[in-house]
């Protein structure tokens, strides 16, 4: 049964929570989208739950009709939300975050509780030659590289690169499943039993980095995280990406036990 929740007071509390944390340099129809988009990731709207009316976002925020007209337009064509002729705009799409994640454990300071994290597929490619995979996938005539932006909280973006052998992918596909990339162990259905984490601080050279945004000479951190599973060919290397921020990386006390990759 749909679930019919959306109050004024409830719009108020979406702008109030999430206007900080869009970009001013955006369009304003941008501006609302990503506002929109976040709340849905976040949970804030669930799958199936209504979205306030056009005109309401129009009194309620500074965005005017034609705005969140726009707005609801791009998230319509994205498949995120759908409309209901007389009914409204609804939720099409699950919250996005990824529940107690092995890498992606920042948080303020020791006594603070993890940041969400949401994770965003950017795309899937196949390797038949050498890269950084190499050393550490040595067996593997064929290696697939998933890409994904990956949220922490409202605080920042990293990149991730996460290199595996293609048959724990192929098996998935063969099965005609999607991999949409936000626990990519459940995904996969990998059985991981050890890891070995590295670290260090890189400067970065040459073009703007495509998902960060980094300029030439920028310091960020570099993770490369190597996963033993059960069976070889389940192995995999991630390379994250981290850029300036204060929060800290909690690394310690990672565990077979723990479900999100």
């Not at 209901?84 to 948080?107: C, K, N, Y």
């Not at 000479?217 to 921020?245: D, E």
Request: aromatic share 10%.
């Amino acid at each position: 049964m749909v679930r019919v929740s959306t109050t004024e007071d409830q719009t108020r509390l979406f702008w109030k929570k999430y206007q900080r944390t869009v970009s001013r340099q955006l369009h304003k129809y941008l501006q609302l989208r990503e506002a929109l988009t976040r709340a849905i990731d976040d949970g804030f709207w669930s799958f199936g739950e209504k979205l306030p009316p056009e005109g309401e976002l129009a009194r309620l925020t500074p965005f005017s009709l034609g705005t969140a007209q726009r707005a609801y337009a791009d998230l319509v064509r994205d498949g995120m939300v759908e409309r209901r002729a007389g009914a409204g705009t609804f939720v099409l799409r699950p919250s996005q975050i990824l529940d107690t994640p092995w890498h992606f454990r920042f948080r303020t300071d020791a006594d603070s509780p993890f940041h969400p994290v949401f994770p965003k597929l950017i795309g899937i490619k196949r390797h038949s030659g050498t890269g950084p995979w190499s050393a550490f996938l040595k067996h593997s005539d064929e290696v697939v590289c998933i890409e994904r932006a990956v949220r922490i909280g409202n605080e920042f973006t990293l990149y991730a690169a996460f290199y595996i052998d293609a048959a724990p992918v192929d098996r998935v596909l063969a099965r005609r499943r999607e991999i949409v990339g936000v626990n990519l162990r459940r995904e996969l259905n990998l059985d991981i039993v050890r890891m070995g984490i590295d670290l260090r601080v890189e400067t970065h050279r040459g073009r703007v980095h495509p998902v960060l945004k980094l300029k030439e000479g920028t310091s960020v951190l570099m993770i490369q995280t190597r996963a033993y599973a059960q069976t070889a060919n389940q192995n995999y290397i991630q390379m994250m990406t981290v850029p300036p921020t204060p929060e800290w990386l909690h690394i310690s006390d990672y565990g077979v036990d723990a479900s999100g990759i």
